[in-house]
């Protein structure tokens, strides 16, 4: 069965500061998909950025970006310039053949003015 | 934003009363999805259907049940609600596709607290 492990419970940044969250999972499948979502207090689950584990380069998508390392079972989200509004949990998420998402427990991320 | 609704947001209610979660979705996906989560905790898979008439359970165990009807919705009952039920419910869809790997749209979420 697939983990994920995501190891920082909290963290937290100063604004307009980097940040990388970590999570690391474990699987005997080749071809899956990794997910970072972002849920915002008592807000919806929305999904951040999107890594095909079959693709070396490193999605991004704005101010977010991942540092996938497919040997290593890594997938770190780094979150460039950082703001008020990105002040959420974060949960690392995999997709695999069975299509069923599973989670890592969550990295709670508060960004201070 | 996607279009999944949840409702009720919250619901505060006695032991031993049957609950309907409402979910519907109107984006036509083919699959969806009930998790539930602890507070500051991780989600949990209990229910997913793939389409219409088909239902299966998820990695944990639940008492609860769902039915699939029709596309757009897939409420989830709990018969005889328990302290043990207060948690949140998360409702998801996903479109079928033919690679099998499409992201998930999520609702607001119930947050569920039976007393």
């Known amino acids: 069965a697939q983990t994920v492990t995501q190891s920082q419970p909290e963290m937290s940044v100063q604004e307009a500061e980097t940040v990388t969250l970590s999570c690391t999972y474990d699987?005997?499948?080749?071809?899956?998909?990794l997910f970072w979502y972002k849920q915002p207090p008592s807000r919806q689950m929305i999904l951040v950025i999107r890594q095909e584990a079959y693709k070396q380069q490193n999605a991004t998508e704005n101010r977010f970006s991942v540092n996938f390392q497919k040997a290593a079972k890594s997938f770190s989200l780094k979150i460039s310039d950082s703001q008020l509004g990105d002040t959420a949990m974060y949960f690392c998420a995999f997709q695999g053949g069975s299509e069923k998402l599973v989670f890592g427990k969550g990295t709670k991320l508060t960004v201070n003015p | 934003e996607a279009d999944i609704y949840q409702t009720p947001r919250y619901l505060v209610i006695g032991t031993g009363k049957k609950i309907t979660l409402e979910c519907s979705q109107t984006m036509g996906h083919d699959k969806m999805y009930w998790y539930q989560q602890d507070p500051g905790m991780e989600l949990h898979l209990i229910h997913y259907s793939y389409g219409v008439n088909s239902t299966e359970k998820g990695d944990l165990s639940s008492e609860s049940t769902v039915s699939r009807i029709r596309t757009e919705h897939f409420p989830l009952t709990l018969e005889s609600a328990r302290p043990s039920h207060t948690s949140q419910y998360l409702c998801a869809s996903s479109e079928h596709s033919s690679n099998g790997y499409q992201p998930q749209h999520f609702g607001d979420g119930t947050r569920l607290s039976i007393l």
């Open positions: 699987t005997s499948e080749n071809n899956y998909y």
